[in-house]
Protein backbone atom coordinates (compact mmCIF):
# COMPACT_ATOMS: atom_id res chain seq x y z
CA UNK A 1 0.00 0.00 0.00
CA UNK A 2 1.24 2.94 -0.75
CA UNK A 3 2.26 6.15 1.01
CA UNK A 4 2.45 6.19 4.94
CA UNK A 5 -0.19 5.25 7.25
CA UNK A 6 -1.58 7.59 10.08
CA UNK A 7 -1.91 5.39 13.49
CA UNK A 8 -5.14 6.91 14.10
CA UNK A 9 -6.78 6.53 10.50
CA UNK A 10 -7.89 2.54 10.83
CA UNK A 11 -10.44 3.00 13.96
CA UNK A 12 -12.53 1.68 13.93
CA UNK A 13 -25.42 -24.11 1.13
CA UNK A 14 -27.72 -26.76 2.03
CA UNK A 15 -25.11 -29.44 2.75
CA UNK A 16 -22.94 -29.97 5.47
CA UNK A 17 -18.93 -28.98 5.43
CA UNK A 18 -16.83 -31.13 3.35
CA UNK A 19 -13.51 -31.94 4.31
CA UNK A 20 -11.68 -30.02 1.69
CA UNK A 21 -13.54 -26.84 2.32
CA UNK A 22 -11.95 -23.85 4.02
CA UNK A 23 -14.36 -21.65 6.48
CA UNK A 24 -18.22 -22.50 6.50
CA UNK A 25 -21.08 -20.20 7.76
CA UNK A 26 -24.08 -21.72 5.97
CA UNK A 27 -27.49 -23.81 6.33
CA UNK A 28 -26.58 -27.31 7.31
CA UNK A 29 -30.66 -27.98 8.09
CA UNK A 30 -33.12 -26.12 6.18
CA UNK A 31 -36.34 -27.03 7.77
CA UNK A 32 -39.98 -25.94 7.47
CA UNK A 33 -42.31 -26.80 10.13
CA UNK A 34 -45.31 -27.75 9.12
CA UNK A 35 -47.02 -27.19 12.41
CA UNK A 36 -46.22 -24.71 14.21
CA UNK A 37 -45.81 -20.80 12.85
CA UNK A 38 -42.36 -20.01 12.67
CA UNK A 39 -39.80 -21.63 10.44
CA UNK A 40 -36.03 -23.22 11.56
CA UNK A 41 -32.74 -22.49 10.04
CA UNK A 42 -29.81 -23.79 11.53
CA UNK A 43 -26.44 -22.40 10.37
CA UNK A 44 -23.31 -24.28 11.13
CA UNK A 45 -20.09 -21.71 11.22
CA UNK A 46 -16.84 -23.37 10.84
CA UNK A 47 -13.49 -21.61 10.93
CA UNK A 48 -10.95 -21.69 8.43
CA UNK A 49 -9.23 -24.39 10.72
CA UNK A 50 -11.61 -27.35 11.94
CA UNK A 51 -11.16 -30.73 12.67
CA UNK A 52 -12.35 -31.88 9.67
CA UNK A 53 -10.92 -29.03 7.56
CA UNK A 54 -7.34 -29.65 5.62
CA UNK A 55 -5.33 -26.85 7.13
CA UNK A 56 -3.87 -24.20 5.35
CA UNK A 57 -1.25 -26.13 2.66
CA UNK A 58 2.18 -24.52 3.32
CA UNK A 59 4.42 -27.11 5.15
CA UNK A 60 7.71 -25.29 4.54
CA UNK A 61 6.33 -22.03 6.33
CA UNK A 62 5.21 -24.17 9.30
CA UNK A 63 8.72 -25.69 9.43
CA UNK A 64 10.78 -22.06 8.74
CA UNK A 65 9.11 -19.58 10.61
CA UNK A 66 7.63 -19.37 14.05
CA UNK A 67 6.43 -23.45 14.48
CA UNK A 68 2.89 -21.47 14.15
CA UNK A 69 0.03 -23.97 13.17
CA UNK A 70 -3.37 -22.48 14.02
CA UNK A 71 -5.99 -24.25 16.63
CA UNK A 72 -8.45 -26.63 15.03
CA UNK A 73 -12.15 -25.29 16.36
CA UNK A 74 -15.22 -26.95 17.06
CA UNK A 75 -18.03 -25.84 14.68
CA UNK A 76 -20.76 -23.83 16.41
CA UNK A 77 -24.33 -24.52 15.49
CA UNK A 78 -26.97 -21.54 15.35
CA UNK A 79 -30.84 -21.95 14.83
CA UNK A 80 -32.21 -19.40 13.14
CA UNK A 81 -36.52 -19.49 13.08
CA UNK A 82 -39.18 -16.77 12.69
CA UNK A 83 -41.41 -16.83 14.54
CA UNK A 84 -45.25 -14.77 15.32
CA UNK A 85 -45.61 -15.11 19.09
CA UNK A 86 -46.37 -12.79 21.93
CA UNK A 87 -43.04 -11.54 23.32
CA UNK A 88 -44.12 -12.18 26.99
CA UNK A 89 -44.93 -15.45 26.43
CA UNK A 90 -40.99 -16.14 24.55
CA UNK A 91 -39.23 -18.44 26.82
CA UNK A 92 -35.29 -18.46 26.67
CA UNK A 93 -32.22 -16.84 28.23
CA UNK A 94 -32.38 -12.79 26.72
CA UNK A 95 -35.25 -11.21 25.16
CA UNK A 96 -33.16 -8.35 22.89
CA UNK A 97 -35.73 -5.70 22.18
CA UNK A 98 -34.79 -3.20 19.41
CA UNK A 99 -36.02 0.64 20.52
CA UNK A 100 -36.15 3.64 18.33
CA UNK A 101 -35.88 7.22 20.14
CA UNK A 102 -39.75 7.86 19.19
CA UNK A 103 -40.50 4.10 20.68
CA UNK A 104 -38.83 5.53 24.50
CA UNK A 105 -41.24 8.25 24.19
CA UNK A 106 -43.32 8.24 28.15
CA UNK A 107 -46.20 9.55 29.20
CA UNK A 108 -47.03 12.36 32.52
CA UNK A 109 -46.53 9.22 34.54
CA UNK A 110 -42.92 8.55 33.07
CA UNK A 111 -44.62 5.42 31.38
CA UNK A 112 -44.40 3.73 28.31
CA UNK A 113 -46.19 5.22 25.23
CA UNK A 114 -45.02 2.16 22.88
CA UNK A 115 -47.40 -0.75 23.45
CA UNK A 116 -45.19 -3.47 23.17
CA UNK A 117 -43.05 -1.68 25.46
CA UNK A 118 -46.04 -1.07 27.76
CA UNK A 119 -47.13 -4.96 27.69
CA UNK A 120 -44.21 -5.98 28.71
CA UNK A 121 -43.45 -3.50 31.16
CA UNK A 122 -47.08 -4.24 33.24
CA UNK A 123 -46.18 -7.82 33.01
CA UNK A 124 -42.79 -6.22 35.19
CA UNK A 125 -44.85 -4.62 37.30
CA UNK A 126 -43.55 -1.45 35.89
CA UNK A 127 -39.71 -2.65 36.56
CA UNK A 128 -38.89 -2.21 33.21
CA UNK A 129 -39.47 1.44 33.01
CA UNK A 130 -37.88 1.87 36.02
CA UNK A 131 -34.82 0.24 35.65
CA UNK A 132 -34.49 1.93 32.10
CA UNK A 133 -34.68 5.20 33.09
CA UNK A 134 -32.20 4.37 35.70
CA UNK A 135 -29.70 3.58 33.01
CA UNK A 136 -31.00 6.73 31.44
CA UNK A 137 -31.61 4.38 28.12
CA UNK A 138 -33.49 6.56 25.61
CA UNK A 139 -32.94 4.59 22.23
CA UNK A 140 -30.03 6.51 20.24
CA UNK A 141 -27.98 4.57 18.71
CA UNK A 142 -25.41 2.43 20.25
CA UNK A 143 -27.01 2.53 23.51
CA UNK A 144 -27.54 -1.16 24.82
CA UNK A 145 -28.77 -2.42 28.39
CA UNK A 146 -29.48 -5.46 29.54
CA UNK A 147 -31.27 -6.28 32.46
CA UNK A 148 -32.43 -9.35 35.06
CA UNK A 149 -36.14 -8.90 35.88
CA UNK A 150 -38.74 -11.45 37.10
CA UNK A 151 -41.90 -11.79 35.46
CA UNK A 152 -40.87 -12.73 32.02
CA UNK A 153 -40.60 -15.96 30.18
CA UNK A 154 -36.92 -14.85 29.25
CA UNK A 155 -34.55 -14.93 32.27
CA UNK A 156 -33.18 -11.51 30.88
CA UNK A 157 -34.78 -8.38 28.63
CA UNK A 158 -31.94 -6.63 26.68
CA UNK A 159 -33.17 -3.05 25.17
CA UNK A 160 -31.17 -1.83 21.93
CA UNK A 161 -31.38 1.37 21.07
CA UNK A 162 -32.09 2.14 17.04
CA UNK A 163 -31.82 5.64 16.68
CA UNK A 164 -34.12 8.16 15.33
CA UNK A 165 -34.49 5.74 12.01
CA UNK A 166 -36.89 3.34 11.77
CA UNK A 167 -35.65 1.55 8.47
CA UNK A 168 -32.12 1.19 8.70
CA UNK A 169 -29.89 -1.48 7.44
CA UNK A 170 -27.42 -0.44 9.86
CA UNK A 171 -29.12 -0.40 12.34
CA UNK A 172 -30.98 -3.62 12.33
CA UNK A 173 -27.64 -4.72 11.97
CA UNK A 174 -26.40 -3.48 15.39
CA UNK A 175 -28.99 -5.31 16.84
CA UNK A 176 -27.94 -8.52 15.86
CA UNK A 177 -24.89 -7.89 16.95
CA UNK A 178 -25.55 -6.11 20.43
CA UNK A 179 -27.79 -9.23 20.87
CA UNK A 180 -25.13 -11.68 20.27
CA UNK A 181 -22.35 -9.31 22.18
CA UNK A 182 -25.12 -10.39 25.21
CA UNK A 183 -25.33 -14.04 24.71
CA UNK A 184 -21.33 -13.46 24.45
CA UNK A 185 -21.49 -11.95 28.07
CA UNK A 186 -24.61 -14.21 29.67
CA UNK A 187 -23.42 -17.58 27.82
CA UNK A 188 -26.49 -17.38 26.63
CA UNK A 189 -27.72 -20.89 24.61
CA UNK A 190 -31.08 -19.24 23.37
CA UNK A 191 -32.16 -15.76 22.59
CA UNK A 192 -34.71 -13.76 20.69
CA UNK A 193 -34.95 -10.12 18.85
CA UNK A 194 -38.28 -7.95 18.53
CA UNK A 195 -38.41 -4.71 17.38
CA UNK A 196 -40.40 -2.85 19.91
CA UNK A 197 -42.69 -0.83 16.76
CA UNK A 198 -43.00 -2.35 13.39
CA UNK A 199 -45.68 0.23 12.25
CA UNK A 200 -44.90 1.78 8.47
CA UNK A 201 -42.44 -1.13 7.81
CA UNK A 202 -43.71 -2.84 5.13
CA UNK A 203 -43.39 -6.57 4.32
CA UNK A 204 -40.18 -5.74 2.36
CA UNK A 205 -38.38 -3.62 5.37
CA UNK A 206 -39.53 -6.82 8.12
CA UNK A 207 -37.79 -9.29 5.43
CA UNK A 208 -34.63 -6.79 4.75
CA UNK A 209 -34.93 -6.22 8.79
CA UNK A 210 -35.14 -10.28 9.49
CA UNK A 211 -31.96 -10.34 7.43
CA UNK A 212 -30.06 -7.16 8.85
CA UNK A 213 -30.48 -9.17 12.43
CA UNK A 214 -29.52 -12.12 10.96
CA UNK A 215 -26.30 -10.86 9.58
CA UNK A 216 -25.39 -9.29 12.93
CA UNK A 217 -25.91 -12.16 14.77
CA UNK A 218 -23.80 -14.04 12.84
CA UNK A 219 -20.89 -11.74 12.59
CA UNK A 220 -21.17 -10.73 16.21
CA UNK A 221 -20.83 -14.12 17.42
CA UNK A 222 -17.88 -15.24 15.07
CA UNK A 223 -14.32 -14.98 16.83
CA UNK A 224 -11.49 -15.38 15.10
CA UNK A 225 -9.57 -17.28 18.04
CA UNK A 226 -7.13 -19.69 15.53
CA UNK A 227 -3.93 -18.33 17.08
CA UNK A 228 -4.94 -17.90 20.83
CA UNK A 229 -3.64 -20.63 23.13
CA UNK A 230 -7.02 -20.30 24.68
CA UNK A 231 -10.73 -19.39 24.27
CA UNK A 232 -14.09 -19.74 25.04
CA UNK A 233 -16.04 -21.55 23.01
CA UNK A 234 -19.53 -19.98 21.64
CA UNK A 235 -22.52 -20.94 23.65
CA UNK A 236 -25.36 -19.85 21.12
CA UNK A 237 -27.38 -22.79 19.68
CA UNK A 238 -30.40 -20.74 18.92
CA UNK A 239 -31.90 -17.34 17.51
CA UNK A 240 -35.74 -16.55 17.34
CA UNK A 241 -37.03 -13.47 15.30
CA UNK A 242 -39.99 -12.59 16.63
CA UNK A 243 -42.94 -10.48 14.74
CA UNK A 244 -41.26 -9.44 11.11
CA UNK A 245 -43.48 -12.78 9.40
CA UNK A 246 -43.37 -16.30 8.68
CA UNK A 247 -42.86 -18.08 5.54
CA UNK A 248 -40.95 -18.69 2.42
CA UNK A 249 -39.57 -15.12 1.86
CA UNK A 250 -38.41 -14.97 4.79
CA UNK A 251 -36.80 -18.00 4.64
CA UNK A 252 -35.04 -17.19 1.74
CA UNK A 253 -33.84 -14.07 3.40
CA UNK A 254 -32.45 -15.53 6.32
CA UNK A 255 -30.61 -18.36 3.89
CA UNK A 256 -29.51 -15.54 1.58
CA UNK A 257 -28.40 -13.57 4.93
CA UNK A 258 -26.03 -16.58 6.05
CA UNK A 259 -24.71 -17.19 2.80
CA UNK A 260 -23.29 -14.43 2.34
CA UNK A 261 -22.11 -14.15 6.11
CA UNK A 262 -20.10 -17.26 5.05
CA UNK A 263 -17.92 -15.26 2.49
CA UNK A 264 -17.87 -11.85 5.39
CA UNK A 265 -16.02 -14.30 7.84
CA UNK A 266 -14.02 -16.17 4.91
CA UNK A 267 -13.16 -12.74 3.53
CA UNK A 268 -12.30 -12.03 7.67
CA UNK A 269 -10.17 -15.47 8.63
CA UNK A 270 -8.12 -14.58 5.04
CA UNK A 271 -6.72 -11.18 6.11
CA UNK A 272 -6.73 -11.71 10.02
CA UNK A 273 -3.92 -14.45 9.06
CA UNK A 274 -0.61 -13.50 9.57
CA UNK A 275 2.01 -13.93 6.27
CA UNK A 276 4.03 -16.09 7.71
CA UNK A 277 0.75 -18.44 7.35
CA UNK A 278 -0.72 -16.92 4.52
CA UNK A 279 1.49 -17.13 1.39
CA UNK A 280 0.71 -16.40 -1.67
CA UNK A 281 1.07 -20.29 -2.17
CA UNK A 282 -1.53 -20.98 0.73
CA UNK A 283 -4.08 -18.11 -0.75
CA UNK A 284 -3.96 -20.12 -3.97
CA UNK A 285 -5.05 -23.35 -1.72
CA UNK A 286 -7.76 -21.67 -0.47
CA UNK A 287 -8.83 -20.00 -3.78
CA UNK A 288 -8.89 -24.03 -4.94
CA UNK A 289 -10.51 -24.98 -1.97
CA UNK A 290 -13.40 -22.87 -2.88
CA UNK A 291 -13.69 -23.86 -6.05
CA UNK A 292 -13.35 -27.77 -5.08
CA UNK A 293 -16.07 -27.11 -2.53
CA UNK A 294 -18.50 -25.30 -5.76
CA UNK A 295 -17.06 -27.45 -8.55
CA UNK A 296 -20.83 -27.67 -10.05
CA UNK A 297 -20.52 -23.90 -10.76
CA UNK A 298 -16.43 -23.20 -9.90
CA UNK A 299 -13.74 -23.83 -11.67
CA UNK A 300 -9.48 -22.83 -10.53
CA UNK A 301 -6.91 -21.93 -12.84
CA UNK A 302 -4.09 -21.01 -10.87
CA UNK A 303 -0.38 -19.49 -12.86
CA UNK A 304 2.94 -20.00 -11.41
CA UNK A 305 5.41 -17.45 -12.65
CA UNK A 306 6.90 -19.42 -15.77
CA UNK A 307 2.99 -19.47 -16.66
CA UNK A 308 2.96 -16.07 -16.02
CA UNK A 309 6.33 -15.04 -17.58
CA UNK A 310 4.48 -16.28 -20.86
CA UNK A 311 1.79 -13.53 -20.52
CA UNK A 312 4.21 -10.89 -19.81
CA UNK A 313 3.11 -10.27 -16.89
CA UNK A 314 6.41 -7.89 -16.63
CA UNK A 315 4.27 -5.36 -14.11
CA UNK A 316 3.58 -8.12 -11.43
CA UNK A 317 6.56 -10.60 -11.63
CA UNK A 318 8.41 -7.49 -10.63
CA UNK A 319 6.81 -7.25 -7.54
CA UNK A 320 7.15 -10.64 -6.67
CA UNK A 321 10.99 -10.85 -7.72
CA UNK A 322 12.03 -10.23 -4.16
CA UNK A 323 10.03 -12.64 -1.80
CA UNK A 324 11.57 -16.46 -1.10
CA UNK A 325 7.83 -17.21 -1.55
CA UNK A 326 6.93 -17.40 -5.14
CA UNK A 327 3.91 -15.48 -6.88
CA UNK A 328 0.40 -17.32 -7.92
CA UNK A 329 -2.25 -15.71 -10.26
CA UNK A 330 -5.44 -16.88 -8.86
CA UNK A 331 -8.70 -17.31 -11.21
CA UNK A 332 -11.74 -18.77 -10.03
CA UNK A 333 -14.38 -18.90 -12.43
CA UNK A 334 -18.20 -18.94 -12.18
CA UNK A 335 -20.50 -20.26 -14.64
CA UNK A 336 -23.85 -21.15 -13.56
CA UNK A 337 -24.78 -24.81 -14.10
CA UNK A 338 -27.62 -24.14 -16.89
CA UNK A 339 -29.27 -21.23 -18.31
CA UNK A 340 -27.67 -18.85 -20.98
CA UNK A 341 -25.25 -16.45 -20.17
CA UNK A 342 -25.84 -12.77 -20.52
CA UNK A 343 -23.46 -10.94 -18.85
CA UNK A 344 -19.63 -11.45 -18.18
CA UNK A 345 -18.32 -9.46 -15.01
CA UNK A 346 -15.07 -9.82 -13.50
CA UNK A 347 -13.61 -9.08 -9.85
CA UNK A 348 -10.19 -8.23 -9.47
CA UNK A 349 -8.40 -8.13 -6.18
CA UNK A 350 -5.07 -6.45 -4.70
CA UNK A 351 -3.41 -9.95 -3.03
CA UNK A 352 0.02 -8.60 -1.57
CA UNK A 353 0.18 -11.03 1.39
CA UNK A 354 2.85 -9.32 3.23
CA UNK A 355 4.29 -5.00 2.20
CA UNK A 356 7.53 -4.23 3.06
CA UNK A 357 7.62 -1.73 1.25
CA UNK A 358 10.80 -3.28 -0.78
CA UNK A 359 13.35 -0.69 -0.87
CA UNK A 360 11.56 1.97 -0.05
CA UNK A 361 11.03 0.03 2.98
CA UNK A 362 8.26 1.17 5.36
CA UNK A 363 9.28 3.11 8.29
CA UNK A 364 8.69 5.73 11.28
CA UNK A 365 5.51 5.91 12.93
CA UNK A 366 2.37 5.48 11.39
CA UNK A 367 3.40 3.27 8.97
CA UNK A 368 1.88 0.12 9.93
CA UNK A 369 4.22 -2.58 8.77
CA UNK A 370 3.15 -4.77 10.97
CA UNK A 371 -0.32 -4.69 9.72
CA UNK A 372 0.42 -4.95 6.66
CA UNK A 373 -0.75 -8.62 6.25
CA UNK A 374 -3.92 -7.00 5.38
CA UNK A 375 -2.81 -5.59 2.35
CA UNK A 376 -4.85 -8.73 0.66
CA UNK A 377 -7.54 -7.23 1.93
CA UNK A 378 -9.25 -6.37 -1.79
CA UNK A 379 -8.09 -10.33 -2.72
CA UNK A 380 -10.21 -11.44 0.19
CA UNK A 381 -13.02 -9.86 -0.42
CA UNK A 382 -12.85 -11.32 -3.81
CA UNK A 383 -12.41 -14.62 -2.69
CA UNK A 384 -15.03 -14.12 -0.07
CA UNK A 385 -17.73 -13.20 -2.65
CA UNK A 386 -16.53 -16.81 -4.55
CA UNK A 387 -17.83 -19.03 -1.81
CA UNK A 388 -20.73 -16.77 -1.20
CA UNK A 389 -22.29 -17.12 -4.71
CA UNK A 390 -20.65 -20.80 -5.14
CA UNK A 391 -23.79 -20.98 -2.32
CA UNK A 392 -26.39 -18.52 -3.72
CA UNK A 393 -25.78 -19.95 -7.58
CA UNK A 394 -26.92 -16.88 -9.37
CA UNK A 395 -27.99 -17.95 -13.11
CA UNK A 396 -27.42 -15.73 -16.14
CA UNK A 397 -23.85 -14.18 -15.15
CA UNK A 398 -20.62 -15.53 -15.74
CA UNK A 399 -18.18 -14.21 -13.01
CA UNK A 400 -14.23 -14.07 -12.95
CA UNK A 401 -12.31 -13.86 -9.75
CA UNK A 402 -8.65 -12.56 -10.12
CA UNK A 403 -5.75 -12.18 -7.86
CA UNK A 404 -2.27 -11.86 -8.84
CA UNK A 405 -1.29 -13.18 -5.35
CA UNK A 406 2.66 -12.09 -4.25
CA UNK A 407 4.94 -10.53 -0.99
CA UNK A 408 6.89 -7.34 -1.62
CA UNK A 409 9.68 -7.97 0.01
CA UNK A 410 13.55 -6.74 0.19
CA UNK A 411 16.29 -8.86 -2.12
CA UNK A 412 18.88 -8.44 -4.30
CA UNK A 413 16.67 -10.38 -6.69
CA UNK A 414 14.03 -7.41 -6.07
CA UNK A 415 13.18 -4.38 -8.09
CA UNK A 416 14.90 -1.22 -7.23
CA UNK A 417 13.74 2.44 -7.50
CA UNK A 418 14.35 3.73 -10.67
CA UNK A 419 13.89 0.31 -12.72
CA UNK A 420 11.67 0.44 -15.76
CA UNK A 421 9.50 -2.56 -16.18
CA UNK A 422 6.96 -3.41 -19.28
CA UNK A 423 3.27 -4.49 -18.18
CA UNK A 424 1.64 -7.30 -20.24
CA UNK A 425 0.18 -4.98 -22.36
CA UNK A 426 2.97 -3.53 -23.49
CA UNK A 427 3.13 -0.26 -21.49
CA UNK A 428 6.51 0.68 -19.13
CA UNK A 429 6.67 1.97 -16.03
CA UNK A 430 9.49 3.83 -14.23
CA UNK A 431 9.22 2.55 -10.55
CA UNK A 432 9.97 5.76 -8.54
CA UNK A 433 8.87 4.24 -5.64
CA UNK A 434 8.76 0.37 -4.50
CA UNK A 435 5.79 0.63 -1.96
CA UNK A 436 3.74 1.97 -4.88
CA UNK A 437 3.36 -1.97 -5.90
CA UNK A 438 -0.33 -2.40 -5.37
CA UNK A 439 -1.17 -0.88 -8.38
CA UNK A 440 1.66 -2.98 -10.42
CA UNK A 441 0.20 -5.93 -9.07
CA UNK A 442 -2.80 -4.91 -10.41
CA UNK A 443 -2.19 -3.79 -13.98
CA UNK A 444 -1.64 -6.84 -14.95
CA UNK A 445 -4.14 -8.32 -13.59
CA UNK A 446 -6.60 -6.26 -15.14
CA UNK A 447 -5.36 -6.56 -18.51
CA UNK A 448 -5.87 -10.11 -17.94
CA UNK A 449 -9.61 -9.62 -16.98
CA UNK A 450 -10.44 -7.83 -20.30
CA UNK A 451 -8.38 -10.68 -22.13
CA UNK A 452 -11.25 -12.74 -20.62
CA UNK A 453 -13.72 -10.65 -22.22
CA UNK A 454 -15.36 -9.74 -18.92
CA UNK A 455 -17.67 -6.43 -19.76
CA UNK A 456 -17.63 -4.87 -16.37
CA UNK A 457 -14.88 -5.06 -13.79
CA UNK A 458 -14.62 -3.99 -10.11
CA UNK A 459 -11.10 -4.44 -8.74
CA UNK A 460 -10.56 -3.76 -4.96
CA UNK A 461 -7.22 -2.64 -3.40
CA UNK A 462 -6.05 -1.54 -0.05
CA UNK A 463 -4.23 0.58 -2.14
CA UNK A 464 -3.37 4.24 -0.78
CA UNK A 465 -3.09 6.06 2.54
CA UNK A 466 -4.22 9.09 1.30
CA UNK A 467 -7.51 7.28 0.55
CA UNK A 468 -7.82 7.03 4.56
CA UNK A 469 -6.75 10.31 5.46
CA UNK A 470 -9.30 11.60 2.70
CA UNK A 471 -12.47 9.55 4.24
CA UNK A 472 -11.39 7.66 7.04
CA UNK A 473 -11.75 4.19 8.45
CA UNK A 474 -15.08 3.38 7.71
CA UNK A 475 -15.46 4.69 4.05
CA UNK A 476 -14.01 3.55 0.98
CA UNK A 477 -13.34 5.55 -2.34
CA UNK A 478 -14.58 4.61 -5.46
CA UNK A 479 -12.87 5.66 -8.73
CA UNK A 480 -15.02 5.30 -12.22
CA UNK A 481 -15.73 6.99 -14.96
CA UNK A 482 -19.19 5.21 -15.62
CA UNK A 483 -21.68 6.84 -14.41
CA UNK A 484 -24.12 3.71 -14.51
CA UNK A 485 -21.56 1.53 -13.17
CA UNK A 486 -21.64 3.99 -10.10
CA UNK A 487 -25.07 3.93 -9.60
CA UNK A 488 -25.48 -0.17 -9.90
CA UNK A 489 -22.30 -0.61 -7.29
CA UNK A 490 -23.60 2.34 -4.84
CA UNK A 491 -27.31 0.62 -5.18
CA UNK A 492 -25.93 -2.71 -4.05
CA UNK A 493 -23.71 -0.71 -1.18
CA UNK A 494 -26.62 0.60 0.09
CA UNK A 495 -28.50 -3.28 0.35
CA UNK A 496 -25.29 -4.53 2.24
CA UNK A 497 -24.68 -1.44 3.87
CA UNK A 498 -21.12 -0.93 3.44
CA UNK A 499 -20.17 3.02 3.07
CA UNK A 500 -18.46 4.03 -0.40
CA UNK A 501 -18.21 7.65 -1.78
CA UNK A 502 -17.54 8.59 -5.00
CA UNK A 503 -14.05 10.15 -5.76
CA UNK A 504 -12.98 12.16 -8.50
CA UNK A 505 -10.95 10.96 -11.57
CA UNK A 506 -9.26 14.29 -12.37
CA UNK A 507 -7.37 13.60 -15.79
CA UNK A 508 -5.16 16.95 -15.53
CA UNK A 509 -3.35 15.09 -12.48
CA UNK A 510 -2.01 12.31 -15.08
CA UNK A 511 0.82 15.33 -15.90
CA UNK A 512 2.27 14.14 -12.52
CA UNK A 513 2.66 10.55 -13.88
CA UNK A 514 4.77 11.17 -16.67
CA UNK A 515 7.80 9.89 -16.57
CA UNK A 516 10.68 11.03 -18.94
CA UNK A 517 12.41 7.97 -20.21
CA UNK A 518 9.13 5.55 -19.79
CA UNK A 519 5.26 5.72 -20.94
CA UNK A 520 4.64 6.42 -16.43
CA UNK A 521 5.80 6.37 -13.40
CA UNK A 522 4.09 4.45 -10.90
CA UNK A 523 3.13 7.19 -8.28
CA UNK A 524 2.62 10.96 -8.12
CA UNK A 525 3.41 12.02 -4.98
CA UNK A 526 1.76 12.74 -2.04
CA UNK A 527 -0.84 15.28 -3.04
CA UNK A 528 -4.16 13.64 -4.78
CA UNK A 529 -2.48 10.25 -4.21
CA UNK A 530 -5.92 7.97 -4.31
CA UNK A 531 -6.99 9.92 -7.52
CA UNK A 532 -3.22 9.50 -9.44
CA UNK A 533 -3.22 5.72 -8.32
CA UNK A 534 -6.83 5.06 -9.89
CA UNK A 535 -5.78 6.87 -12.83
CA UNK A 536 -2.86 4.50 -12.84
CA UNK A 537 -5.18 1.91 -13.19
CA UNK A 538 -7.45 2.88 -15.86
CA UNK A 539 -4.20 2.93 -18.32
CA UNK A 540 -4.27 -1.27 -18.01
CA UNK A 541 -8.32 -1.39 -18.59
CA UNK A 542 -9.51 -1.70 -22.01
CA UNK A 543 -12.04 1.47 -23.24
CA UNK A 544 -15.19 -0.51 -23.96
CA UNK A 545 -14.77 -1.96 -20.59
CA UNK A 546 -16.78 -0.54 -17.84
CA UNK A 547 -14.40 -0.06 -14.77
CA UNK A 548 -14.11 0.92 -11.09
CA UNK A 549 -11.58 0.39 -8.63
CA UNK A 550 -12.09 0.62 -4.97
CA UNK A 551 -9.78 1.81 -2.36
CA UNK A 552 -10.98 -0.28 0.88
CA UNK A 553 -7.70 0.60 2.59
CA UNK A 554 -9.55 2.79 5.54
CA UNK A 555 -12.62 -0.36 6.24
CA UNK A 556 -10.49 -3.42 5.69
CA UNK A 557 -9.20 -3.16 9.35
CA UNK A 558 -10.62 -2.12 12.69
CA UNK A 559 -8.04 -1.26 15.10
CA UNK A 560 -10.74 -0.86 17.99
CA UNK A 561 -11.24 -4.38 17.25
CA UNK A 562 -7.42 -4.84 15.98
CA UNK A 563 -9.41 -7.57 13.41
CA UNK A 564 -10.80 -7.54 9.92
CA UNK A 565 -13.84 -6.66 8.99
CA UNK A 566 -14.59 -8.69 5.83
CA UNK A 567 -15.47 -5.36 4.18
CA UNK A 568 -16.19 -5.64 0.55
CA UNK A 569 -17.73 -9.41 0.08
CA UNK A 570 -21.39 -8.53 0.78
CA UNK A 571 -21.23 -5.25 -1.78
CA UNK A 572 -19.60 -7.77 -4.78
CA UNK A 573 -21.93 -10.45 -3.93
CA UNK A 574 -25.29 -8.02 -4.37
CA UNK A 575 -24.05 -5.94 -7.02
CA UNK A 576 -23.60 -9.63 -8.78
CA UNK A 577 -27.00 -10.50 -8.01
CA UNK A 578 -27.90 -7.26 -9.32
CA UNK A 579 -26.43 -8.59 -13.22
CA UNK A 580 -27.68 -12.06 -12.88
CA UNK A 581 -30.84 -13.30 -13.96
CA UNK A 582 -32.53 -14.53 -10.28
Same mark, same amino acid.
Given at each position: ?20 ? #???? +? ?7 ? #? ?5 ? #? ?14 ? !????? =??? $? ?29 ? /? ?43 ? $? ?28 ? +?????? =? ?12 ? =? ?62 ? !? ?17 ? @? ?10 ? @? ?30 ? /? ?7 ? !? ?29 ? +? ?34 ? #? ?17 TGMRPGDIITASNGKTIEVNNTDAEGRLTLADALVYACNQGAEKIVDLATLTGACVVALGPSIAGIFTPSDDLAKEVVAASEVSGEKLW ?6 ? +? &? ?37 ? !???? =???? &? ?25
Open positions: MAALRVSSALASSSTSCSSSS #SFHC +YPSIFTKLQ #SSPFWSL #SISVTPLYSRKAKRMA !HSIAY =ATL $GLTQPNPSDAPKISFAAKEIDLVEWKGDILA /VGATEKDLARDESSKFKNPLLQKLDSKLSGLLSEASFEEDFSGKS $GQSTVLRLPGLGSKRIALVGLGSLTSSTTA +YRSLGE =AAAAAAKSAQASNI =AVALASTDGLSTESKLSSASAITTGALLGIFEDNRFKSESKKPTLKSLDILGLGTGTEIEKKIK !HAADVCAGVILGRELVNAP @ANVLTPAVLAEE @AKKIASTYNDVLSANILDVEQCTKLKMGSYLA /VAAASANPA !HFIHLCYKPSSGEIKKKIALVGKGLTFDSGG +YNIKTGPGCSIELMKFDMGGAAAVLGAAKALGQIKP #SGVEVHFIVAACENMISGRMPMEES +Y &WDNMKSGVADMVNTGGRQGGAITAALFLKQFVDEKVQWM !HIDL =AGPV &WSDKKKNATGFGVSTLVEWVLKNSTN
